[in-house]
């Protein structure tokens, strides 16, 4: 689904062309929005359209310049004509796009998510310098918003004075301080600093900006509902590319170690596809499943659901084509978080959690063979060897790392320099005598097949994989933000349980899957690397900074005590009634 498609679905009151902050804050915050109105149109053409769709040529004009300027002239796409013009010929769409994000940063703000697959095939900027369509388009916005910022200065429309921006933030501020402070100094530590400080850059300093520029430009429900249809139309292109690959290329796809042909869309691997979907269907599913009961109209509330279920059936087939069985799994607990969450009575949710636990008991009694064949003889290469097990000689190498580089880790994208024998990085004996990769089973003494894979990037294991990277702290400090993400999912989910406002139908739904992705990607992220990527740490901290919003648009206090209030909660059958939530003024 399309981010017009999604817009399209909304009710007028939320798609109006306007600036204009909404009065959202908690009571706790008391910090003024950024207010104004968006220049005059002075185009005829401009002036006849409705505000609902003056948005929409503007997002599709955002879109349209900045991806002709990464393809005229991009090399790195292929060899056609289109692709080998001189660079300079794809300059004056860059310079629409950035006039165009004068006019309207927060679009340009809201849509980045939909460059963010593409981060393989960089776009070569000046001579030999190539960047990601990402931190291109982030560069872009952050230099228009630094000289806005410039002219206007505390005029500016988008303007947070430091104590505005440490409430929005939160306690969030503390472990991202940690975890920035303990990436950049594994980067001195790191034997490779060029590689550890690209990867420095591209995966903790840019999506960190990216949450600050929104932080500033993000902040009314419109803006919310722009991101995360970008957020969905970026799992309808993967999804899409995936399935193109698989019907009209299927022989160009490489068979893995394990002889399986698998779709990997726009990205190096397979399991990559499914780590995004990861981020993204959860979402499409919450809308699907829970729905909105109220504030829509019944034909509105309709045509979103039969929406939502189209995305999720296309991105389904491509997670199942993807043979990610992280993904399957991650997806499989996501939609049994959202259907508990979507239950309102307490008693049909204990009746229906006992009904699948005694489900789940007796499938894996009669099924126990089939169940354990899976596990241990899924994806098995040429030796034998499962991809279960090669985790498991993957995370024994990275334990043995970590043992002798336990407080800082051995850097930013330097673990191919300690795990293997590669031509990418290779340490002087004098410096590293040994490398960690397990090349025969300890017990049996038989080749676990290894060798062959000697450029496998990571541990497939984000805890494993954050503690080599970043060092003890930058672990804890990934913790105490999940923690912090899931204490504040449910702080908002109790205020909206207890208020139920008309005037925010979509609040509800969009929380849970919020919610929902971020439980996805933490439950591959225990087989996969889910965390540390570009696209993956940009993905990360937009399911943060939409809480935070979701935070402001709810009205949910940081901190406080939530009084308990009877509200009347009415099912399908019209008859359960529980506690909710409501928080203190003052």
Partial sequence: MSDQKILRQLPDDVSQDREVIENTEDSHMGASLASGSPPAANSRFVRRLTPFWRDRVIEASLILSMLLYYLVGNAHLGTGYF????????????????????????????????????????????????FSLAEITLWVCLGVACLQLLIYQKEWRYWLSRRELRDRLGPFIIPALIYFAAAGISVVLAYNR????????????????????????LRT???????????????????????????????????????????????????DVGAVLD????????????????????????????????????????????????????????????????????KVLLVSSAILLLALGGAALVFHTQITRLIFEHHVNVHGVSTVMKRLYLWESALRMIRDHPWFGVGMDNWLCYYSSNSLCQ?????????????????????????????????????????????????????????????????????????ENENNPLLRP?????????????????VDSVFLGQDFSFLFLILIFALLLLRVLTGTSWRGRLQQKRVNETGDAGQSSNAGFVNLPG
């Fill in 83 to 130: 692709f080998q013009l001189n660079p300079i010929f794809s300059l004056p769409f860059l310079l629409i796009f950035v006039a165009l994000c004068w006019y309207r940063l927060a679009f340009a703000v809201a849509l980045l998510p939909l460059t963010l697959p593409y981060y393989l095939l960089q776009k070569t900027v000046f001579s030999h310098y190539s």
């Fill in 194 to 217: 060029h590689v550890a400080l690209r990867a420095f850059r591209e995966e903790i300093f840019d999506p960190l900006l990216y949450l600050l520029l929104a932080l500033a430009c």
């Fill in 221 to 271: 429900r419109q803006d919310l509902f722009r991101l995360i249809a970008a957020l969905l139309a970026t799992g309808l292109v993967v999804a899409c590319l995936g399935l193109i690959q698989y019907f009209a290329f299927a022989n160009n796809l490489q068979p893995g170690p394990d002889g399986v042909r698998r779709i990997s869309s726009v990205f190096s691997g397979a399991n």
């Fill in 279 to 346: 981020y993204i269907l959860p979402v499409g599913l919450a809308l699907a499943i829970v729905g909105v009961r109220q504030g829509l109209s019944r034909s509105w509330s309709l045509w979103l659901r039969v929406g939502a279920i189209a995305l999720c059936i296309l991105l389904l087939i491509a997670l199942y084509l993807s043979q990610s069985a992280g993904g399957w799994l991650a997806i499989a607990v996501a939609t049994l978080f959202i259907l508990a969450l979507s239950i309102r009575s307490r």
């Fill in 427 to 499: 340490i002087p004996t004098s410096i590293q005598p040994f490398h960690y990769w397990i090349l025969s089973d300890p017990v049996t003494h038989l080749s676990t097949g290894m060798a062959d894979e000697p450029y496998l990037a990571q541990p497939h294991n984000d805890i494993l994989n954050i503690w080599v990277n970043t060092g003890i702290f930058g672990l804890l400090a990934f913790f105490a933000m999940l923690a912090l993400f899931f204490l504040l999912f449910s702080r908002i989910l109790s205020s909206l349980r207890a208020s």
């Fill in 510 to 526: 969009l929380t849970i899957g919020i919610g929902a992705a971020m439980l996805a990607a933490m439950t591959q992220g225990m």
